[in-house]
């Protein structure tokens, strides 16, 4: 799903949390967890029609507090290309 904010013209794509988690390697039920937690932000990854969505650009700080947790996330070598 993207976003477009018609006054800067800019495009924000939403992932689902299996999207993210498959994006950074990472378990799913992991994402979820830390989100019950507290640990991200409701505000930037709100819940819609019961489903939450995740810009991508927000991608970094999943990442981020995976990594401080110690939860297994891809390699940095592993970045995909595209």
Not at 16 to 30: N, Y
Not at 60 to 77: K, Q, S, T, Y
Request: some cysteine; hydrophobic content about 35%.
């Amino acid at each position: 799903m993207t976003v477009s904010n018609h006054k800067q013209q800019k495009v924000v794509k939403l992932l689902s949390v299996g999207e993210a988690a498959s994006r950074l390697d990472a378990r799913r039920r992991d994402l979820s967890i830390l989100f019950y937690q507290g640990e991200f932000r409701d505000d930037l990854c709100p819940v819609v029609a019961g489903r939450r969505v995740i810009p991508e650009n927000y991608l970094p700080m999943i990442e981020a507090a995976l990594r401080r947790r110690g939860l297994p996330v891809r390699e940095p070598d592993d970045e995909d290309p595209s």
